[in-house]
Structures are given as structure tokens and as C-alpha cells.
């Protein structure tokens, strides 16, 4: 991935100058407000204060910490007066994933029966069963990474 520039992200731009949105809640590692195009009423980001477009480029507790303002703000959402039946928290994490602003944030959005949101695929390329055999496989790869 092509290393994303403080100076032309509109995250880092928001940061530098809060009072360009209305902030939700902030401390000393994340900043949460609404997103200027919701997927439903009550979208909101939890973005990190460091500018780095990965998760696995961020350190551990701020990535924790990000989940865990997200589990607030989706409680905060659940008492609000927006419909919400369901939660998404989504992070797409790379530009191939759907990342469009190459910085750390993780949606936090209201769900509801027939919004008409969702993931578009096809049946017959993705969700297709795997066998115990490339389970075992993907299992073992992965714990080799993990080490
Ligand atoms: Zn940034």
C-alpha cells in the first residue's frame, strides 16, 4: 500500500481542527463523531488520533481502546431515539477492503429489518462450504503467523 500523507487526510485534518465536526467523545487515543454520509441515522467513526491507515499498524491498547469506545458508543446508540435493532461495527481495513480514508477508523451504525444496507455478493464465488481438510489447513497457516 502506498504510504498515506498526514497532510492530505481529512481525519488528520479533522483532528487539527475539532471544531469541524460535532465531537461525540475524545481522549488522549481516539475521537468519535458523526460521519457526513451515514449508512443509517446514527452513524458514527471511532477514529484513532495517530494517523496510520492499519489496524495492525496501531498499537495494541489503542486498538483495544478503539473497541471499547465502540462497545460505549453502540450502547449509547441502542438507548438513542435512532431506529436501531441491530449494530454493524465495520472496519475495512486497506483500500481492497473498502478503506477509502487511509486512517484508522472504525464505523459504529444502526441496523434496522429492511434498512436496504448490506454486502453485496456473489453466492456462487464467497460463503461457498469448505471442507474439514482446508479448515484444518487456514487454521494452521494462520497459527503459524500467529506463532
Ligand atoms: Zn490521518
Same mark, same amino acid.
Given at each position: =500500500?502506498?504510504?498515506?500523507?498526514?497532510?492530505?487526510?481529512?481525519?488528520?485534518?479533522?483532528?487539527?481542527? !475539532?471544531?469541524? &465536526? !460535532? &465531537?461525540?467523545?475524545?481522549?488522549?487515543?481516539?475521537?468519535?463523531?458523526?460521519?457526513?454520509?451515514?449508512?443509517?441515522?446514527?452513524?458514527? &467513526?471511532?477514529?484513532? +488520533?495517530?494517523?496510520? !491507515?492499519?489496524?495492525?499498524?496501531?498499537?495494541?491498547?489503542?486498538?483495544?481502546?478503539? =473497541?471499547?469506545?465502540? +462497545?460505549?458508543?453502540?450502547?449509547?446508540?441502542?438507548?438513542?431515539?435512532?431506529?436501531?435493532?441491530?449494530?454493524?461495527?465495520?472496519?475495512?481495513?486497506?483500500?481492497?477492503?473498502?478503506?477509502?480514508? !487511509?486512517?484508522?477508523?472504525?464505523?459504529?451504525?444502526?441496523?434496522?429489518?429492511?434498512?436496504?444496507?448490506?454486502?453485496?455478493?456473489?453466492?456462487?464465488?464467497?460463503?461457498?462450504?469448505?471442507?474439514?481438510?482446508?479448515?484444518?489447513? &487456514?487454521?494452521?497457516?494462520?497459527?503459524?503467523?500467529?506463532?
Amino acid at each position: =500500500m502506498k504510504k498515506s500523507n498526514e497532510k492530505d487526510c481529512i481525519f488528520c485534518h479533522i483532528l487539527a481542527n !475539532p471544531d469541524s &465536526v !460535532p &465531537v461525540i467523545y475524545e481522549d488522549e487515543r481516539v475521537v468519535v463523531f458523526p460521519v457526513l454520509e451515514p449508512v443509517n441515522p446514527g452513524h458514527v &467513526v471511532v477514529i484513532s +488520533r495517530q494517523h496510520t !491507515p492499519l489496524i495492525t499498524d496501531l498499537d495494541e491498547r489503542t486498538a483495544e481502546h478503539a =473497541m471499547k469506545i465502540a +462497545r460505549k458508543t453502540a450502547e449509547a446508540l441502542r438507548k438513542s431515539n435512532f431506529k436501531c435493532e441491530a449494530i454493524n461495527l465495520f472496519l475495512a481495513d486497506g483500500k481492497a477492503g473498502g478503506q477509502e480514508v !487511509p486512517h484508522f477508523h472504525l464505523h459504529v451504525y444502526p441496523r434496522f429489518k429492511n434498512d436496504d444496507f448490506g454486502f453485496k455478493y456473489d453466492k456462487a464465488k464467497h460463503f461457498v462450504k469448505i471442507n474439514r481438510t482446508q479448515m484444518d489447513e &487456514v487454521a494452521a497457516e494462520i497459527k503459524h503467523q500467529l506463532g
